[in-house]
Structures are given as structure tokens and as C-alpha cells.
């Protein structure tokens, strides 16, 4: 299920060159889309991270059988520049660290680079920074963000999202 909401009338701040849109949720969801699956939910919660909102996912019912092929996800084209090299920084929020919590995998046009385990440093309950490089191939890069979660129910929140030029 793909869901795109309509934004509040507000202009979200963001650093400069920055080439994500409404990167700490701000003004709701869009331009982000979401895709929830079977026993998945999404919102726009509060409190985010030093800032109003964030994107919150919520394993609220059984685990899909598909969800390791086809996870919940929230994704969005954004503007670059083929041959420049992007900072993707961002900070992922997990409610609790378990053997089974799962993680938040970051695909740049359908190709893993990376994964935050809800174990990292410094645990579970706070945010943490996470970050990755990558090139830009074309005009348009698509950003998205897979939840990869064992644990029912758990939380799982993205804010502070951007892309960068280094």
C-alpha cells in the first residue's frame, strides 16, 4: 500500500545544497512516499529529534512472510548532479535493542549502502546519527528507506534527513 499526504502550508528549513525535500518531516510527509505492508502502520509523529516531527513506522501487527523482499518503506526522488558525490546524513530512532529487533536498510536507486541495526551505538531510546556517501548517476536519485523489523510491536523513527555535495 503506497500512501502520499498533503503537506500543511509551510516551508520547511534545510541546510543549503541540500537536495533532500522536508528532510525532518516538518511539513508532514510530502514529498515522501510511503509504503506500508501487512501488519505495518506510518505516521508523522512528535517528538522528532531536536525538532517538532519525524517519520515514525510501526510494526503493529504479525510479521509478513514478505517482508524481507518487499518491506515497509519511505522513499523520495531528490534533484542531483550525475559524477558529484552526496553526505547522506540522517538519525534513526528505535524504541528497544532485542536479538530480533531488525534494522533500517538505505537503498540509493534500489542498491543497498547501507544499515542501521537497532543495536548500534548508543542503543536503543535515543537517536543516532548515521551517515553515507554516494555518487549521483543521474539527474534524479531515488532515497529509500526499508524497515527490516523482527519484533512486533516495535517503533522505528527517520528525521533529520539530507543530502549534500561533499
Request: glycine share 8%.
Amino acid at each position: 500500500m503506497t500512501s502520499k499526504t498533503t503537506s500543511p502550508t509551510c516551508t520547511p528549513t534545510r541546510p543549503a545544497n541540500d537536495a533532500v525535500r522536508n528532510g525532518g518531516f516538518e511539513c508532514g510527509l510530502a514529498p515522501w512516499v510511503a509504503e506500508d505492508i501487512a501488519g505495518t502502520t506510518h505516521k508523522v509523529t512528535s517528538p522528532g529529534d531536536a525538532s517538532n516531527f519525524a517519520y515514525e513506522f510501526d510494526q503493529v501487527g504479525p510479521i509478513s512472510p514478505d517482508a524481507n523482499m518487499h518491506p515497509a518503506a519511505v522513499s523520495q526522488d531528490i534533484a542531483t548532479v550525475a559524477g558529484v558525490t552526496y553526505n547522506l546524513n540522517f538519525r534513526v530512532y528505535f524504541d528497544k535493542c532485542t536479538q530480533s529487533e531488525g534494522f533500517v536498510g538505505v537503498m540509493i536507486n534500489h542498491q543497498p549502502v547501507r544499515t542501521v541495526d537497532a543495536c548500534d551505538a548508543p542503543g536503543a531510546g535515543f537517536f543516532k546519527d548515521a551517515n553515507v556517501q554516494f555518487t549521483a548517476t543521474s539527474a534524479s536519485t531515488n532515497l529509500r528507506f526499508e524497515f527490516l523489523i523482527g519484533e512486533n510491536p516495535a517503533t522505528v523513527k527517520i528525521d533529520n534527513v539530507s543530502a549534500v555535495p561533499v
